[in-house]
């Protein structure tokens, strides 16, 4: 596999990684929920995309240990809900912890596939502002749905205050798929330009 296949097929498995990571469709089952798109399989495909472009990046290696992490995590996350078990409540710390490392995670990959733009793309200075723009975005939102649902688990249930931060949760999380849609497109343009760059040509 040369370098162009690298990038296409690693940025490819990345985009589709947010798809799992912030679309999810649950089902009932036994009167427990469980995602038919578990976030786990979004982490599995960014450990691919990882594995395929860290030579490329050598900072993407420095990002396995915590997608490794992440992703066990989810996966227990899902298998405890077809349990009727929810791990956020059981494991409050952990989850905090989790919750501040996969911050951390999509910011620096995000960070990293903008360098890829800059060295790969470096006729369209505009992708690499565009995959910036959006990995800020991106963490601003994470960091206030954080904020949100700690908030949400200790102000009393049934009062004005209660109703006004589940309508502002909701908000949140309607702008976050928003943002997960352009995270999407602008790492299809960044494929769609390294395919373009480097047509006919064997790095």
Known sequence: MNKTDRLYIGITRAAWGYFFLYFNVDINMGGNT???LPAFVG???FLSAIELLKEERRN????????????VWYLAGWAADIFGVSLDTRLPVISLLTSLAGMYFQFQLMTDFAALARIYVPDNPDLERRLLRWRTIQTVMLTILTVLVYVFDIVPEGGYGNLVLMYTMLGAGIIQIIVG?????ALFALRRAIGTENTGTEQ
Do not use: D, K, S, Y
């Open 43 to 45: 982490m599995a495909l």
């Open 34 to 36: 469980v995602g038919l």
């Open 181 to 185: 849609i352009c995270l999407m497109a």
């Open 60 to 71: 993407l290696a420095l990002l396995r240990p915590f997608a490794v992490a992440l992703l």
